[in-house]
């Protein structure tokens, strides 16, 4: 009986073992592209210094964020990394936009343009990512 119950044991530490990256893997990643003229990338980087960043760091499952820049297609990319699927989703939409209007408003004054003009950098895509695990070979 000893034995069984070792040999449960040991199948159940080596499940908990197994599924944990995958428990841990909760996390999920936010991608957006946008059009971002080189001449225009500074201001870009500056308004989502100044707008998205502090806002983002004060929502609960932020992580943090990557921002790239694509200089051949001139796009910038954002990864933004969020510890569950559900905290990113619970934001309101209403707060999220209001931080957009924000983050446009500041675009334009900078580029001379009418305050509601608009986006100057138009979202492309966007997409939900999650993270994979490669599994490893033994032996």
Do not use: H
Request: overall charge negative.
């Amino acid at each position: 009986m000893k034995r069984i119950t070792a040999a449960c044991l040991a199948m159940l530490v080596a499940l908990i073992l197994w599924a944990s990256p995958v428990l841990a893997s909760e996390f999920v990643v936010e991608m957006l592209r946008l059009d971002v003229p080189a001449a225009q990338r500074e201001i870009w980087l500056e308004a989502e210094a100044s707008t998205w960043q502090p806002w983002l760091e004060r929502q609960d499952g932020f992580l943090g964020r990557d921002l790239y820049w694509d200089p051949s297609l001139e796009q910038g990319l954002l990864l933004i990394r969020w510890a569950s699927r559900a905290q990113w989703k619970a934001i309101e939409a209403d707060a999220v936009d209001q931080v957009q209007q924000r983050f446009d408003a500041a675009v334009n004054r900078t580029l001379g343009r009418e305050v509601e003009a608009g986006s100057a950098f138009p979202l492309l895509e966007a997409a939900e990512l999650l993270p994979q695990r490669l599994i490893g070979r033994s032996g």
